[in-house]
């Protein structure tokens, strides 16, 4: 099955771009490295188009097959070891390429128009076209290895595009704080695939993945603390795919992350990036699921919880990408819970299928809300909600995709998020009732805390603008609509033939014991935020009042930034690294220069030795052959 | 004549034009020149070493050549070289060229400076292809000797004190090896006939395994000073700080790999008993160095300490894994040995440059550079970025095969110290994003920077260079680390004869 | 017997010959060109070191109290070779108008203690070992009060004379224990009759300790860092290397020939003189300041790595330590002859003086670097291949932990070696000693020193004639 | 012949001389006087050699001649060591040995 040979440009024309801007970037017009990047992205989009088209609606009788049209060695540790870089094709890589490709495609066209006159225009794009090819080749990896390495090379694409306006200290501390948090997150993963590896002696998904696989034949006998060694590998791949995901408690440095501009926000920490996670569970899904339950139980409730304490936080929160960003969190736990709870095979496999269902919706309406409030920051020049309202005369455009944005998200039916959060609820339901209530909750709180953000930007009465706020220019609204009606029809993609745990199509049918309470207690939580936040009114501040310390707690994000400040600047650089730099100057260092200054001292003591006197030196001298005389009469005996 | 003497004797012709040599511009120009042969030589080498396998010569070394020098202690002029000689002298060949360039503007007593910085390198040239234990060691001390000169002469802050802290602790090294070497030398015959230094004949037999115990250490630890063995590094943040910025990367770069190297190919390869019995030892010494040099470079507030801990802490990571003693680590070993000295390097490199402009080398006085001097700090962040294991750059190749490899070994407290030692990437990250935080991002902290001139050419073809190097290893791994394994397959073999616990 | 032998000790003759010459030109030259003598001298005693080298028949002569082998007339060759250097380096301070009536009394004495030590080396019994030996001293004692109106020069003079006349005294007694207990002064009779038993071992000490205060071991050495400091910088460098060459030389063959049934018995003794040695030397040089008495503290030293050839006992021990003495010859005139051209010219004999020498004389301060260097034994300079066999030799008996005392001691000679480097290179100075070109013998006499540094390592084949005529003279 | 008086007593006097000679060379102050020790010490040794000879190897003469050129030696050693005693005293103004100790450490 070479026939897809065609797809290793999907990856090679973002590299390709990033070197091309990156190096002569500087020479030419700003304008010619956006458009360049925009027609390079439109290719490699229409390509994965293709690709998706060919893969999921050529014939597939027997199930999908997982097809690798191309693959080389690119580092070979032991004669089974061996790191390839390669293309895989199945659902979930060619639903990721098209997630990938259509998002970066939007935002590099969003770019033109939101960047325009920014100074490092250029890197901008560079950087944007580095992002997207070291996604893409995460998601196409062979092995897991590659996995890895592009899952590095995502991190620090990442990490520059966080501190793109690296002359602001808060960027620039954002930025370092997302790469050593999900660094650290990576070591876990790194150390999940040396075990991993030491147990089945391969890299290779192909051979993890299939089905009753003999390689972990070794693995139920080893165990490290009580606890197996696939556990282990498992969790620790799941703390990797959590740092990328933000999930609790790795999340601090998504909120942060907003620092960046928004369309990277929009593209990285909305839509792809930040579903890594999400996509390298999915990818280990049937080895999780089959060597490791325990770690699958774990995933599971890290997901629920997240999504909770995601969403209560988002409800207090002013600066409108910091909601957004904390509304995807919620939403990153929706997709790790699903595959926690998920079975593995048809019916079963109900949860893996609906998190990778979400994950493609979500992708398309989180970029839609971050890109319109991009736009909407593009006209007002605040990030703070409370900065705006009634804009909805000014934006007409952006008010409407953002509301269809934020209906999609908060369930109401037949927009895409419904479909895919009702698949969801209903996994959860199957599996564990405790998840369900707490999902059940966070819909509701969704629908609360997006219109919350919804009527207080639109509605409510002006402030006063330093200048008229106008539409965007049509780079920047073409995309919106684009997206709006992604997020519109998404849900009607007939995922559950497409995209299964054993690439095996299902049939399933709307549970209405589900989706009729969720849409109730959505429809609730848009009628509360109406309620509360449509009129300016004293209400929600009476109310945050009323709840008073906990209220606090929850706008200060539990102060989870201020412990883990905690742990970094006291612990370890004042309680570990300080005294050990000092341990090394006083004590080992000084130490060896002691050796020397004794040598010294002690040559000035005895210099009383050479007296001068000659007597002193005869009697030294008899005196010492003496002293040889009996030692040697002494050594005779 | 054999590409090995020609690779001595290059240098050697290059110290003799440079003497005769007028003022500082014709110096550096002919030691440029000298050194671009070389390197062209190199690259000869290097392809003909790769023909020569592809040939199918199987021989444990190539290009060897014999000459005998004192028959009546059977010494000779042995010269020869594997895939990992050739690696070393391959980076080298890199490091000192780029060093020639950093060292460009220098004008106090120029004809000094190259000649002795040369015989330094002719000297770790002599050492790489060194097959006979007394040529080796003879080079070994010359190779140390020039550093005096070259910190105390041309170095900053307290230099003297530095320089004869470095050249003392390294030749109480070097008493050690000599003692080892010398036990080496009267255990090379346990079966009588001739006592030999020769490296391969000695590995052919077998040393009384009692010798081994007795002589293992002090060729081991002799070798780990250079090498950076906790507890015995800190000559090198003194060291490095106080050496001018040439120095620095060769003797970062190049001389602290003959610690490496020798641990290896001396102390493992010829006594494979005792290394197997005393590993542990080391193994807990050099996971504390890779930690304990993480940590301290995090406190570092001087942009040469940080990278003298860091370099502690990466050399550590290679004795490491040379001690685990099977294939993939000692490749990655290796390939970390190259890939630290080419980062090092570079990290030199730019602290020099940068140290020029400002004047200092403090980062609290420094902030925000990437806008005024955007080349070099564009080449600051990548040396960082290779040096905190970023793929596609050096640094993550070497670090993954040492990792993978090290936790392949079958013994549990292996796999956790394994663990421990990965940990430090962690830390790696912090102290390097700090620093490039610090220094370059931000805004300008100190308005003297403000208009300072950005790299000239001779700066850009001296990081260039190296950068080009560490992409390369980053992105093509593939046929260097075949080159290494394979040489390696004699050695694990004989260091698999025997599995004492 | 017929005179034919007498060819045998023809390097004694010839330097008597050229004594005796020199006494008689002195008398027939008038006050004022009293300083042709220097010419003469040099010329005869050039000639008389070229026809040394002329190849000759070995034997004995006096029933065995005159033994000449290959070892020892290369040993003969090599002293020549040094004094020859030595007289090239005085020629400047010679030509100094207070040494103007004392020429021929400088070459006459130093050649009278030049035959002596010739007869010492080649001596077959006691007695003619006894007489070479004072013969090598006494006049010594002149020399070093050759400065006569200055007090150090006289001072030392007294030390040196008192003290070795007390060790002769001890060393003496020591020999007549010997003689009471073996009934011969012959060394091959004794060596037969040599048993460990309280008498020999009692005579064996004295006789250690005659020859440790020649060699100045630890704790004999005391004489030697006033006498060098007070002697004139040629008598000095004189001392150092010759007269501690030959002494060391014939130390190891009475060592080896005459005591060699009591091995064990003196190997132990060998080893602690040989750490004290090496230690306290390099303790005391490591904070001296006048550059003879450094210098004579970093010999000291070099003493005591020489044991470290003896003990490693043997025809590799011999070998080491003839080839070691060779190159010290060479490594330490270098270093002198450095020192007696700064004196000539600047009168400057401290290391503080030095300070910024490199600025002003570049080549002298190479010259003196090569050869501070080669004295710590770095390669590639002769100094580290003659510490390496050395070594080589005490491992080749086991003494690996002596070894790496040694080695570790020459790391701390190192360090003194580089205090004085760094002066010349590194420290700054105002004033350093101003630019001057030393006289045309010097710079020959520096030449010698520094090919011989340079080149002797690298050819092997000196090592390996030294090690054939030993192999040939011990056995 | 000497009768009746056995080598022992020869040895214990030699010995005692060759002590004196070491003590007194250490303590006098005098540096003629710390000569004369030396000479004590000098012929303690020649009454050994003599007496070994005589009494232990009698059909030999080794001995005695080397007591001989003992003796001569001794002389030689004395006259070059008054003179320069004479030298210090130019130089010094006495013959004191604790003041010969300009050089030291």
Redesign the interface.
């Known amino acids: 099955m070479t026939g897809y040979t065609y797809t290793v440009f999907i990856i090679l024309i973002p590299l390709v771009m990033f070197l091309v801007t990156g190096l002569l970037g500087m020479k030419w017009k700003p304008i010619i490295s956006g458009l360049l990047g925009t027609i390079g992205m439109g290719t490699s989009w229409t390509l994965s188009l293709i690709t998706a088209a060919s893969y999921f609606f050529g014939h597939h009788a027997e199930g999908f097959q997982t097809i690798i049209p191309f693959e080389m060695k690119w580092l070979q540790f032991t004669d089974s070891l061996i790191i390839k870089m390669g293309i895989l094709l199945d659902p979930i890589s060619v639903m990721m390429l098209v997630v990938i490709t259509t998002i970066s495609f939007m935002v590099h066209l969003y770019s033109i128009g939101y960047m325009h006159g920014e100074v490092g225009f250029q890197r901008f794009y560079a950087f944007l076209s580095l992002f997207t090819f070291s996604m893409l080749g995460l998601v196409i990896a062979t092995n897991i290895f590659q996995m890895y390495i592009f899952w590095e090379l995502v991190g620090v694409s990442s990490f520059l595009l966080i501190g793109f306006y690296y002359q602001k200290p808060s960027a620039v501390a954002a930025s370092k704080k997302a790469f050593i948090v999900t660094r650290f997150a990576d070591l876990g993963f790194l150390i999940g695939i040396l075990i991993l590896s030491f147990i089945t002696g391969t890299f290779d998904f192909g051979k993890l993945t299939e089905p009753g696989t003999a390689i972990f034949g070794s693995a139920a006998s080893m165990s490290f603390m009580g606890i197996s060694a696939m556990t282990w590998a498992m969790t620790l791949i799941f703390i990797g795919g959590a740092g990328k995901s933000a999930m609790f408690p790795l999340h601090i440095w998504l909120p942060d992350a907003m620092e960046g501009p928004t369309p990277v926000s929009a593209l990285i920490h909305a839509a792809t990036m930040v579903v890594a996670g999400v996509f390298l569970v999915a990818r280990m899904f049937p080895v999780i699921h089959f060597q490791a339950p325990a770690a699958q139980e774990i995933i599971g409730y890290v997901g629920g919880f997240t999504s909770l304490f995601a969403a209560v936080i988002a409800i207090t929160q002013y600066d409108i990408k910091r909601v957004l960003a904390f509304s995807t969190l919620s939403q990153l736990g929706y997709m790790m819970l699903a595959l926690g709870v998920s079975g593995y095979g048809g019916e079963e496999g109900l949860g893996y299928m609906a998190s990778m269902f979400h994950l493609f919706t979500h992708a398309m309406f989180k970029a839609l809300l971050f890109l319109g409030a991009g736009s909407i920051i593009h006209a007002v020049h605040s990030n703070n909600m409370y900065d705006m309202g009634g804009l909805r005369k000014y934006l007409p455009i952006t008010h409407i995709t953002f509301l269809i944005a934020c209906l999609t998200i908060a369930g109401v039916p037949f927009l895409s998020g419904f479909f895919s959060k009702d698949e969801i609820l209903v996994a959860a339901l199957h599996h564990n009732k405790l998840l369900f209530a707490v999902e059940f909750i966070v819909a509701g709180l969704t629908a609360f805390y997006m219109f919350r953000l919804y009527f207080c930007v639109f509605w409510g009465k002006d402030r006063h603008y330093h200048h008229t706020p106008h539409e965007s220019p049509l780079t920047m609204t073409i995309p919106l609509m684009f997206l709006a009606v992604a997020s519109v029809f998404a849900g009607y993609l007939p995922f559950t033939e497409l995209v299964t745990s054993d690439k095996l199509g299902f049939e399933s049918e709307m549970n209405y014991m589900v989706a009729v309470p969720s849409v109730l207690i959505g429809l609730l939580g848009i009628g509360l935020a109406w309620i509360l936040y449509k009129k300016e009114s004293e209400v929600p501040a009476k109310l945050a009042k009323s709840w008073g310390i906990l209220y606090t707690a929850t706008y200060n994000k539990f102060y989870f930034d201020e412990i883990y400040l905690f742990v970094t600047r006291k612990i370890i650089f004042n309680y570990i690294s300080r005294p050990i730099a000092w341990f090394d100057r006083h004590i080992i260092d000084a130490f060896m220069v002691g050796i020397g200054l004794t040598t010294e001292k002690v040559s000035y003591k005895i210099k009383g030795m050479q007296s001068g006197q000659l007597q002193h030196y005869a009697f030294a001298f008899v005196a010492g052959t003496l002293a040889l005389a009996l030692s040697m009469i002494y050594l005779m005996m | 004549m054999n590409i090995l003497t020609l690779l001595v004797l290059i240098p050697v012709l290059t110290m003799v034009v440079v003497l005769f040599t007028k003022d500082y511009k014709g110096a550096r120009l002919a030691s440029a020149i000298g050194m671009g042969i070389e390197l062209i030589a190199t690259v000869y080498l290097v392809l003909a070493y790769l023909a020569a396998r592809k040939t199918g010569m199987m021989h444990e070394m190539l290009f060897t050549s014999d000459f005998m020098w004192y028959p009546s202690l059977n010494i000779h002029f042995a010269f020869g070289v594997d895939g990992i000689a050739v690696a070393m002298i391959g980076l080298t060949s890199i490091v000192i060229f780029a060093g020639i360039f950093a060292s460009w503007e220098l004008q106090f007593l120029t004809k000094e400076f190259f000649v002795s910085l040369i015989l330094l390198v002719t000297a770790v040239y002599g050492f790489f292809i060194s097959l006979d234990l007394f040529t080796m060691f003879l080079f070994y001390e010359l190779a140390l000797i020039p550093m005096y000169l070259l910190i105390g002469l041309w170095g900053t802050g307290p230099k003297e004190k530095s320089a004869m802290k470095l050249t003392l602790m390294l030749m109480a090294g070097s008493a050690l090896i000599m003692v080892g070497i010398l036990g080496l030398y009267y255990n090379s015959a346990p079966g009588g006939g001739p006592l030999t230094f020769n490296i391969i004949e000695i590995s052919k037999i077998s040393i009384p395994v009692a010798a081994q115990r007795f002589f293992f250490p002090f060729a081991f630890v002799g070798f780990g000073i250079l090498g950076a063995l906790f507890p015995f590094h800190t000559w090198s943040p003194d060291g490095h700080a106080s050496a001018p910025t040439a120095v620095s990367m060769l003797h970062a770069g190049v001389l602290m790999k003959l610690g490496g190297y020798g641990c290896f190919r001396v102390a493992m390869f010829l006594m494979p008993q005792a290394a197997q019995e005393m590993a542990w030892i080391f193994i807990i010494l050099t996971t504390i160095s890779v930690v304990y040099g993480a940590f301290s470079a995090i406190w570092q507030t001087d942009l040469k300490f940080i990278n003298a801990y860091s370099s502690v802490s990466h050399c550590g990571l290679v004795i490491f894994a040379l001690l685990m003693m099977n294939e993939t680590a000692m490749d990655g070993a290796i390939l970390q040995m190259i890939s630290h000295g080419l980062m090092t390097a570079l990290f030199f490199a730019l602290i020099g440059m940068i140290y020029g402009r400002t004047h200092t080398r403090d980062i609290r006085q420094m902030g925000g550079l990437m806008k005024v001097i955007p080349f070099l700090a564009v080449v600051y962040m990548i040396a960082g970025f290779a040096s905190l294991g970023l793929p596609g750059l050096s640094g993550f190749v070497a670090e993954m095969t040492v990792f993978v490899g090290s936790f392949q070994h079958q013994d549990m407290f292996h796999r956790v110290v394994t663990v421990i030692v990965a940990s430090s990437i962690v830390i790696t990250a912090v102290y390097i994003l700090k620093v490039v935080g610090v220094l370059l991002l931000g805004p300008l902290k100190d308005q003297h920077h403000a208009d300072l001139e950005d790299a000239k050419w001779y700066e850009k073809l001296s990081t260039v260079t190296l950068v080009l190097a560490v992409a390369a290893i980053g992105i093509a791994p593939l046929w260097l680390s075949d080159t290494i394994v394979a040489s390696l397959k004699p050695i694990v073999a004989r260091l698999a004869m025997v599995i004492p616990f | 017997m017929d005179l034919g032998q007498f060819i045998l000790m023809r390097h004694e003759l010839l330097l008597t010959v050229a004594a005796l010459a020199i006494l008689v030109a002195e008398i027939f030259t008038s006050e004022k060109n009293k300083s042709k003598l220097i010419n003469f001298a040099l010329v005869l005693f050039a000639l008389v070191t070229f026809i040394g080298f002329i190849p000759g028949e070995t034997g004995n002569l006096f029933g065995g109290s005159f033994q000449s082998s290959q070892l020892t007339v290369f040993m003969k060759n090599v002293l020549n070779l040094a004094v020859l250097i030595v007289f090239l380096q005085a020629e400047g301070w010679l030509r100094k108008p207070e040494n103007a009536d004392k020429i021929s009394e400088y070459f006459i004495l130093t050649l009278s203690t030049l035959i002596g030590m010739n007869f010492m080396v080649s001596a077959g019994d006691f007695l003619i070992f006894y007489i070479g030996l004072e013969t090598a001293t006494i006049p010594i004692a002149g020399l070093a009060a050759f400065d006569k109106y200055k007090s150090e020069s006289a001072e030392a003079g007294i030390k040196l004379i008192l003290s070795s006349a007390l060790s002769s005294g001890i060393l003496l007694f020591g020999l007549s224990m010997i003689y009471g207990a073996t009934g011969s002064i012959y060394f091959a009779d004794i060596a037969t009759k040599v048993a460990p038993n309280a008498l020999i071992a009692l005579g064996f000490v004295f006789f250690v300790s005659g020859m440790g205060f020649k060699i100045s071991l630890v704790p004999f050495h005391f004489w030697t860092a006033d006498v060098y400091e007070g002697a004139p910088i040629n008598v000095t460098s004189y001392l150092s290397v010759v007269s501690k060459g030959a002494a060391a030389f014939i130390f190891t063959i009475v060592l080896f020939t005459v005591f060699k049934n009591i091995v064990e018995l003196w190997k132990p003794m060998i080893y602690t003189l040989a750490i004290a040695t090496m230690t306290i030397g390099n303790l005391f040089a490591m904070r001296q300041n006048n550059i003879k008495r450094f210098l004579a503290f970093s010999s000291i030293a070099q003493a005591g790595f020489i044991l470290l050839g003896i003990l490693g006992a043997g025809e590799l021990g011999m070998t080491a330590i003839v080839y070691f003495v060779l190159v010290y010859v060479f490594t330490n005139l270098g270093a002198f002859g450095v020192v007696a051209a700064i004196h000539n010219a600047s009168g400057v004999e401290t290391i503080s003086g030095y300070n910024g020498l490199y600025q002003t004389n570049p080549k002298l301060s190479w010259l003196m670097t090569i050869s501070l260097f080669s004295l710590a034994g770095i390669p590639p300079i002769a100094g580290f291949f003659g510490k390496f066999f050395l070594f080589t030799a005490a491992a080749g008996s086991g003494y690996y932990i002596l070894v790496l005392i040694a080695v570790l001691n020459a790391t701390i000679s190192l360090y003194y070696y580089l205090l004085v480097i760094k002066a010349i290179f590194i420290e700054k100075n105002e004033q350093p000693i101003p630019e001057f070109r030393s006289s045309n013998s010097m710079r020959i006499a520096l030449v010698m020193c520094i090919t011989g540094v340079l080149v002797t390592g690298f050819a092997s084949g000196v090592f390996e004639y030294i090690r054939s005529i030993s192999k040939l003279f011990l056995n | 012949m000497i009768q009746g008086i056995p080598l022992e007593h020869f040895l214990v006097v030699s010995t005692i001389m ?1 002590f004196i ?2 003590c007194g ?3 006098r102050r005098n ?1 003629i006087t ?2 004369m020790a ?1 000479e004590l ?2 012929n ?2 020649n009454i ?2 003599v007496v ?2 005589r009494y ?2 009698p059909d ?1 003469l ?2 005695q ?2 007591s001989l ?2 003796v001569g ?1 001794a002389a ?2 004395a006259s ?2 008054i ?3 004479i ?2 005293y ?3 103004k006495n013959i004191e ?2 003041n ?6």
């Open positions: 060759f000679g070491v060379f250490i303590i540096l710390m000569l030396i010490i000098l303690s040794v050994n050699f070994f000879n232990l190897y030999q080794q001995g001649f080397f050129f003992i030696i030689a050693e070059v060591a003179a320069l005693i030298n210090i130019r130089n010094v040995v604790e010969v100790n300009e050089m030291k450490f």
